[in-house]
Nanobody, 123 residues
Framework: QLQLVESGGGLVQPGGSLRLSCAAS??????IGWFRQAPGKEREGVSC???????NYAASVKGRFTISRDNSKESVYLQLNSLKPEDTAIYYC???????????????????WGQGTQVTVSS
């Protein structure tokens, strides 16, 4: 069964950390990405990982966020450190149904989406 389920969101103070999880049933051999959408803004790519564990990051999160993947658990994780108020958004994981040498951060490339998890960074 093809299914993507995110968890781990919440409210955190600036400078804090969160770990998001994506249970990606049936997507063991495809690119998986994390995306986010803030109110009034377009959905944007945050990070992605391909089946060979090669990763890609948006410039705005590079050095602060880390994506990882555990194929034995069919799960992808996103560690969010040094969080800023501008990181506030709904975070989605998505699967592309394909595998590429360098995964793409364009939301249009991904056809399977989870329901999202809210991340709020506020003092």
């Amino acid at each position: 069964q093809l299914q993507l389920v995110e968890s781990g969101g919440g409210l955190v103070q600036p400078g804090g950390s969160l770990r998001l999880s994506c249970a990606a049933s049936g997507f063991i051999s495809t690119d998986i990405g994390w995306f986010r959408q803030a109110p009034g803004k377009e959905r944007e790519g945050v990070s992605c990982v391909n089946a060979l564990l090669s990763t890609n990051y948006a410039a705005s999160v590079k050095g602060r966020f880390t994506i990882s993947r555990d194929n034995s658990k069919e799960s992808v994780y996103l560690q969010l450190n040094s969080l800023k108020p501008e990181d506030t958004a709904i975070y989605y994981c998505a699967a592309g149904g394909f595998s590429s040498p360098l995964c793409d951060l364009s939301p249009m490339k991904y056809g399977h989406w989870g329901q999202g998890t809210q991340v709020t960074v506020s003092s």
